[in-house]
């Protein structure tokens, strides 16, 4: 299979006669990535300066600027609307009988044929409920009665193995999407248990709490181990597991600990320790880093609570800010090829594009960059670094919002160059631009979600530690 094969990626209905009988979920593509970083570093073409270290030009994010609360009211008001349109994506995308929400729709919200639901975006969407319910989005008895029903058909009729569930169903009725070969999912299984636990500190409802304990209760995480020490991707009916683990920094950290946390079937403790975590450098900065995209650096980070913790290895939040200075220096350097890129216009992760759906960013540089900005890219790392991500987002609603923002919020991609805009908007890019956005303004996800003994037990078996933080990877 050849790199640019890995790097493809078509999730929408309308292109399921070109798919090929074999169907490349997003984690095979992205192990693809990890798996052949040489190759990506070697055949870069014009961008392939980029990939390799240079002396130290930019010193890394001070300290005093890194997760900040937001409290400028311009700020707060461009969140509110961010936040308020993403949620009425999740309130009209997700099946009120499933709770199953839409993998993407049309951003203008009209009439969708396609449904394919997406396990990781009904996590967002849980997660949405509690905001939307906590900021007067939706009344909270209206809320509580679309969690209670989404429970309900996790824990009775959403098909499972060991208790993960596929990543991709049939949002209506919560089968297999058998088109897609969809694989049962530890990532997106993790996610949904994130949103589950939030729902259930949140309401603090009798049936939702005894639900959502059940459905994590259930969850074999020691089944993902294969008598092994790192935990797989999943597993297909066709063929077992598939072939590849969780054994290198991503976003897995959430899988994790929530098996590290379990009180049925812990992971042991070990299990943090077996994955790597490899150092990257760019212009002259140290983080740990991926092949993946920039979303590895945020995914965990919308329910779990990494501020002013590290265990032996790392401080996760400050690399995540870390991760996302050097993406943005990253796109700076790409001005020359993108003369549109600037301090206030920049972001690149996995995200639609004028030639369909592509796992691309970097540095390294991963897949073949033509211009396209992602908004989610600063969206998802607002909780992050608010000083640098915040221009973007209100400089792609002031100056592209005619076309770049949508019903729904930000549509999921736009090429200014190629006078090109997505139609559509994805699940877990508006959800993690949704969760991060709270999170920048008031904590409030990270709060209610660590307020769970299992995810206090989860990061305490994993040995991640209070301390006074500060930078520490240069």
Not at 202 to 215: G, N, Q, R
Not at 284 to 304: C, D, E, N
Not at 343 to 361: F, H
Request: hydrophobic share 40%; proline share 5%.
């Amino acid at each position: 299979m050849t790199l640019r094969a890995l790097l493809r990626l078509i999730s929408d209905e309308p292109n399921l006669s070109a798919m090929t009988s074999r169907l490349l979920t997003r984690r095979e593509a992205l192990f693809g990535i990890g798996a052949f970083g040489a190759v990506c570093a070697a055949s870069l073409g014009p961008f392939a300066h980029l990939a390799s270290a240079r002396p130290p030009i930019h010193p890394p994010p001070s300290p005093k600027l890194i997760g900040l609360l937001v409290d400028s009211r311009d700020d707060i008001r461009l969140l509110d609307e961010i936040e308020r349109a993403s949620f009425v994506f999740f309130w009209e995308q997700m099946d009120p009988r499933t709770g199953i929400v839409r993998d993407r729709c049309f951003a203008s919200g009209a009439d969708d044929p396609r449904v394919v639901g997406s396990i990781g975006a009904s996590a967002f969407g849980l997660t949405a409920m509690c905001i939307g319910a906590m900021r007067g989005y939706v009344a909270e008895d209206a809320a509580r009665d679309r969690v209670r029903a989404a429970l309900r058909f996790y824990w009775t009729k959403l098909q499972h193995q060991h208790g993960f569930f596929y990543h991709f169903v049939n949002f209506r009725t919560g089968d297999r999407y058998e088109q897609f070969k969809s694989e049962i999912s530890s990532i997106d299984t993790a996610l949904l248990v994130c949103g589950i636990l939030t729902c259930r500190e949140y309401f603090k409802d009798d049936e939702i709490s005894d639900l959502a304990t059940k459905i994590y209760n259930r969850v074999d995480w020691q089944w993902l181990l294969q008598n092994g020490r790192v935990a797989s991707h999943g597993w297909v009916p066709e063929t077992g597991f598939i072939p590849f683990t969780w054994s290198s920094y991503s976003e897995m950290m959430a899988i994790y600990l929530l098996g590290l946390g379990s009180p049925t079937h812990p992971f042991p403790s070990e299990t943090w320790d077996a994955w790597n975590r490899p150092t990257f450098q760019y212009e002259g900065i140290k983080y740990v880093g991926t092949f993946a995209p920039l979303f590895a650096h945020q995914f965990s980070h919308a329910w779990f609570d990494f501020r002013d913790r590290r265990d032996k290895y790392c401080d996760y939040f400050t690399n995540s800010a870390v991760a996302t200075d050097v993406h943005r220096l990253f796109c700076l350097n790409l001005r020359k090829e993108f003369p549109d890129f600037s301090e206030d216009l920049w972001g690149v992760t996995a995200s639609d594009s004028p030639k369909g759906y592509e796992i691309w960013g970097g540095p390294p540089v991963v897949g073949h960059l033509d211009g396209t900005i992602a908004p989610c890219a600063a969206g998802g790392s607002v909780a992050f670094l608010p000083h640098a991500t915040l221009p973007v987002l209100h400089n792609i609603k002031s100056r592209y919002g005619a076309r770049a923002w949508s019903r729904y919020g930000f549509v999921d991609a736009f090429n200014p160059l190629q006078n090109w805009y997505d139609e559509d908007v994805i699940g877990i890019d508006t959800g993690i631009t949704l969760l991060m956005a709270e999170n920048a303004r008031s904590r409030f996800v990270w709060n209610t979600f660590m307020k769970n003994s299992e995810a206090q037990r989860g990061m305490d078996r994993a040995l991640l530690q209070q301390y006074r933080a500060e930078y520490v990877m240069s």
